[in-house]
């Protein structure tokens, strides 16, 4: 914890020290080169005339300047941004700075001019700063305040992602799963109430006779019963009535 406040503090106040710096070196009137110095809204047009109106070593000061302020911001920016899109952020807000300052120069300061390929050289120095030694620097930074159990002040929690609605397949997918074990009870239900059926048709006692079913049957009996002893009886006088003709004779 002490180790993270010490080092934000040194980033800090190296902030402060630079931008005392900055304001000094881009504030400072300068009546000499009033009648001299234009504003630039056209990206190119200043470096095309270091390149052809200047001398090699004016357009080296000149290109070169504007490039080391710009190195301050990737070597103390990154402590202060979130990590997640930190170069971004970093050159983004170096832009922004930048911008701010050279509208000030045109607008307050005397024999100063907005010039936008000052801005372009401002936030390629930030870069060149950020990729040869501040990348480095705050990554080492970070890592110790996560092992140390402590984040950094920058530090973003990672968003949830939203939950994606389920595709069709997926849907009818879920929908066949779910009605499989239906159609499956359905099925068995249908099973289990047949064989039950079954069982109950083959333990069920038969019916027994009405009284006018075994009346009838007594009777039918009965019939049956003269029928047969009519024939018996018709059988044996013809017997008899065939014997007594051959005893006449």
Not at 17 to 28: D, G
Not at 142 to 163: F, N, R
């Amino acid at each position: 914890m002490l180790v993270r406040g010490a080092v934000l503090t040194v980033v800090l106040l190296g902030l402060v020290a630079f931008s005392v710096l900055l304001a000094k070196v881009t504030l400072t009137p300068s009546p000499a080169s009033e009648d001299l110095v234009t504003a630039n809204l056209r990206p190119g047009h200043s470096l095309r005339q270091y390149a052809e109106d200047y001398t090699f070593l004016a357009a080296c000061k000149q290109a070169g300047g504007n490039l080391l302020l710009g190195v301050p911001f990737g070597l103390l920016l990154p402590f202060f941004v979130p990590r997640r899109l930190r170069m971004i952020r970093t050159t983004l807000l170096t832009a922004v700075a930048m911008a701010v300052v050279e509208l000030i120069q045109g607008a307050l300061v005397e024999g100063r001019a907005f010039d936008v390929d000052d801005v372009i050289l401002n936030t390629a120095g930030a870069l060149l700063g950020y990729f040869v030694l501040g990348r480095r620097i705050s990554h080492r930074y970070y890592t110790y305040t996560d092992a140390s159990g402590a984040p950094g002040p920058s530090a973003e929690k990672p968003e949830a992602e939203p939950k994606r609605a389920p595709g069709p397949a997926a849907r009818a997918k879920a929908a066949r799963a779910k009605a499989a074990p239906t159609k499956a009870a359905r099925a068995k239900a249908a099973r289990t109430k047949a064989a039950a059926t079954k069982t109950g048709q083959r333990d069920r006692p038969k019916p027994a006779a009405s009284a006018p079913a075994k009346k009838r049957g007594a009777r039918t009996g009965r019939t049956d019963g003269a029928a047969s002893g009519g024939r018996r009886a018709t059988g044996s006088g013809a017997v008899r009535s065939l014997l007594d003709r051959l005893r006449g004779r």
